[in-house]
């Protein structure tokens, strides 16, 4: 028999026996055995059987892959691909099991879980050991251990006397009656024959054991029923108390069926509710604008100097409370906006002794950017985060509670999900959003936990529930359905759903079979895997094109109110929107921002520098409407008291040139806690400071104005307080990165050149009459010399010994070209390329044998 037909003996024979794009297929789907790049076949084997590599791998198996494991598991070893086909499609043999496995089966062999030629499949043995079925780790499929493993231990006198209690023969040996009692049990017919002679309560007990837990409880002294069942070995003690129901007997009650539901079709994404794509835009578009208006707001609330950061780091529960308060949504949606705009890179820490957060610079270089390019550069940033921001108020490991802000808040997965997500969405016809329940099912049935069923606080759950509020509240969607622009951020075709044709959509509503395949299979791959920093970029580029026109222009009016109120009827431009937010105070927000004016509000004009005149050719400039006169009242009338007490430094003092007003604060009750006292007829001195006495004199009615120790009246402005230059936080990768094309072709050859070397014959060594062996070769300096030199001339390759300028040692493949001046030319078939080595770090050299 050739090499080429010779059944595999180990998975380093079975990855020997591949081409080189089954071995690039395996590097892409599990990147952690190329970190680092093995040295030849035999490690890579190694490394796929390591416990570590075997969960991952396990791990990212869709449903009916790793159902196709887990019977492998229970199978016997090596197993046919009938026997496991059986497994799967049962006794009936399910034509959607029949016609889905060949795929499955397909998956494991090309991610290295199962090795082997059909009639001899093989699971490699850590996978084998996390899914068979043990006591201290039940197997997923509800099974036990078999007749042969439950049996040992067992005195041969009693394995007889099973045997001959279920109409067998008794033999000579232990091993041949258990062989005998299992084919009774995986024997059809026999077994339906045995089984109809026990009695009703005995195959009640048999039911309730079939599909898992195995194992039951029997005192000393069985009931009649199970006494029967015990003495035929349709229960056999495993300890005192305990039997179990052997795997054969279970397999004939499950018709032969390894799993009580097989699931080897992906559950259908069904869609909820329907809507114009032009609706479901618009709506997008507006919340996207409501995204840059509370990031703004959130960040002009901090633009003084945010909250203080917590000695754990993070942001207190208080401050979360008073941010919420300030943005008018709930504690998590707040949550939600700090952390996005922490992702984003527009607020971190200062790092100063009292460490508080602040706006970082690239905040002041995102508001210059047009409103598009400020929402995708939002939107990006959350879809490529770890940070989660649903975890906040929740405990982590050691029961500490999660801050926003803070750290732990970082899940690997959370990018994959909630692009998944997304790209889900996007395989509905345009315009229509999912059910939750559909849409989680098949996150479920795409990456099940392994050994559970779907659980409403899985990890993958809630972040999926997360990602569907999160990517409304950022306008990604719009009325739960994916809009152009999210679609576009995704790097999804624009036409793919439109492609479809209208389907009805209803509640509950299924696209048919054909369609259903189309989008799972074509649609669904475009844009679910990670994209490359640049096609991000043009990702987002593109985005910002689409949802640019949806976008309200910026407005550079607003309309007076004679109640004192102005109304924007849109989003204002910058510079009228600033000094709008020092003259008035915002009351309500939506659709329209309305402003109320107030004396504080006029006097925090004054304050900034303003002048009377300032704010009414302010006013008539940016109004639709005639100022109307209580407002200019209202202006005046503050601006003639503005500045009419003087607040200074003495402590503090106050004064004035009216007496009766200092008499008039003097006996105010609420002035007694500044422990005012005349100093001269015009002047109060306070043991207070000035910034408190203003606030005071301020909120009993007056209005003050601080002045400098020269007598001129201070003005106050906000002051932007920055912290240094900070780069966004970077996410927590998931594992290594999936490599490219080029990685992948480097990491082949280098496996190949490094197994050649490895595994090529050597000439027998004749002192030692041995053929060489995997030691590095050691020859003296003279025998080097010559043989690279009679190798030059034969043109034949060398084994070799070589030591770097590190002092590691490895082994090579060489064709020898030149030697001079004490260096060897060779073309290298480890790393397939032409080196040139220096003869001293050559620790020996052998002929490579000339037979295969």
């Known amino acids: 028999m050739s090499p080429e037909t010779t059944a595999p003996r180990s998975l380093a024979e079975a990855l020997r026996a591949r081409d080189d794009a089954s071995l690039s297929a395996l590097l892409r789907s599990r990147p952690d055995l190329i970190t680092p790049v093995p040295t030849d076949l035999t490690q890579l084997a190694t490394r796929a059987g390591t416990r570590a590599s075997v969960v991952r791998a396990l791990e990212r198996l869709d449903r009916f892959a790793l159902q196709t494991a887990e019977a492998l598991a229970v199978a016997s070893e090596p197993a046919t691909r009938d026997e496991l086909l059986g497994l799967l499609a049962g006794d009936d043999a399910d034509p959607a099991v029949t016609a889905a496995f060949p795929r499955a089966l397909g998956t494991l062999r090309e991610q290295a879980l199962v090795w082997g030629a059909d009639d001899r499949l093989r699971l490699v043995r850590t996978a084998r050991e996390l899914l068979a079925p043990s006591p201290q780790h039940p197997s997923p499929t509800g099974l036990g251990p078999t007749v042969a493993e439950a049996t ?372 669904s791959t475009a844009g679910a895997g990670p994209l490359s920093p640049a096609e991000r970029a043009a990702a987002a580029e593109r985005a910002a094109r689409l949802v640019a026109p949806l976008l309200p222009e910026p407005l550079d009016h607003v309309l007076l109110q ?50 009377a005149s300032d704010l009414h050719a302010f006013l008539a400039a940016h109004s639709r409407t005639p100022v109307p006169q209580p407002l200019a009242y209202l202006i005046d009338d503050v601006a003639r008291r503005h500045g009419h007490l003087r607040v200074g430094a003495a402590s503090a003092y106050v004064r004035c040139d009216d007496d009766a007003l200092l008499n008039e604060i003097l006996a105010d009750k609420r002035s007694q806690g500044f422990r005012l006292r005349r100093l001269a007829p015009t002047v109060l001195a306070a043991q207070a400071d000035p910034a408190a006495l203003l606030e005071g004199l301020r909120s009993m009615g007056f209005a003050p104005a601080a002045e400098s120790a020269e007598g001129d009246v201070l003005i106050t402005r906000a002051h932007a307080h920055r912290t240094p230059p900070r780069a966004a936080p970077e996410p927590v990768p998931d594992g290594p990165p999936v490599p490219d094309a080029t990685l992948l072709g480097a990491a082949v050859r280098a496996i190949r050149a490094g197994d050649l070397a490895s595994t090529a014959p050597r000439k027998t060594d004749p002192a030692t009459d041995r053929p060489g062996g995997t030691e590095l070769p050691r020859t003296s300096s003279a025998e080097t010399l010559a043989t690279m030199q009679a190798a030059v001339l034969t043109g034949e390759s060398l084994w070799i010994g070589y030591v770097n300028a590190e002092g590691s040692a490895t082994q090579r493949v060489i064709a020898p070209i030149r030697v001079e001046g004490g260096f060897v030319t060779a073309y290298d078939h480890t790393s397939d390329e032409v080196r040139t080595y220096p003869l001293h770090r050559v620790t020996g050299v052998a002929e490579l044998d000339d037979q295969p």
Do not use: C, N
């Open 562 to 611: 004679a109640d004192l109120t102005a109304v924007a009827p849109g989003p204002l431009q910058r510079p009228l929107a600033d000094t709008l937010g020092v003259l008035a105070d915002v009351e309500s927000k939506g659709g329209a921002t309305v402003y109320r004016f107030t004396p504080g509000s006029v006097r925090r004009a004054l304050d900034a520098g303003r002048s």
């Open 152 to 523: 040992t231990g067992m005195s041969p006198g009693r394995i007889q006397e099973i045997v001959a209690a279920a109409g067998l023969a008794t033999t000579h040996d232990s091993v041949s009656a258990v062989a005998s009692l299992s084919a009774l049990f995986g024997d059809r017919a026999r077994m339906s024959a045995l089984l109809d002679e026990a009695p009703a309560e005995a195959v009640e007990v048999l039911s309730r054991l079939v599909w898992g837990p195995p194992y039951g409880q029997v005192t000393a002294e069985p009931a009649a029923h199970l006494r029967w069942l015990i003495d035929r070995g349709l229960l056999l003690p495993t300890a005192p108390g305990t039997v179990v129901l052997p795997r054969e007997v279970a397999l004939h009650l499950r018709a032969g069926r390894a799993h009580r539901v097989t699931e080897p079709v992906a559950p259908s994404v069904e869609a909820a509710t329907s809507h114009r794509p032009q609706v479901v835009d618009a709506a997008a578009a507006g919340q996207a604008y409501t995204t840059l208006a509370t990031v703004e707001e959130l960040l002009k609330d901090w633009h003084e100097g945010g909250p203080a950061v917590l000695r754990a780091g993070g942001l207190s529960v208080r401050d979360l409370k008073r941010t919420a308060v300030a943005l008018d949504v709930s504690e998590p949606v707040a949550a939600f906006w700090v952390e996005l705009a922490y992702a984003a890179g527009l607020l971190a820490s200062d790092g100063e002794a009292d460490e508080r957060y602040a706006a970082t610079p690239a905040y002041d270089e995102w508001l210059e950017l047009p409103a598009a390019e400020r929402w995708a550069r939002l939107a990006s940033a959350w879809l490529a985060a770890t940070r989660t921001a649903g975890l906040v108020g929740g405990r982590d490991a050691k029961d500490r509670t999660l801050s926003a802000l803070g750290p732990g808040l970082d899940r690997s997965a959370a990018p994959e999900v909630r692009r998944r997500v997304l790209t889900l969405l996007g395989t509905l016809p345009e315009g229509s959003s999912a059910t939750p329940e559909s849409l989680l099912a098949r996150l479920y049935w795409e990456r099940p936990p392994r050994g559970a069923g779907p659980a409403p606080d899985d990890l993958r759950t809630r972040l999926a529930r997360w990602t569907l509020s999160e990517a409304e509240l950022l306008g990604v969607t719009g009325r739960g359905a994916l809009s152009a622009q999210g679609r576009a951020l995704l790097g999804l075709p624009p036409s793919a759903a439109a492609a479809e044709g209208p389907e009805p959509s209803g509640p509950g509503a299924k696209l048919p079979a054909h369609k259903r395949r189309h989008t799972s299979e074509e649609r």
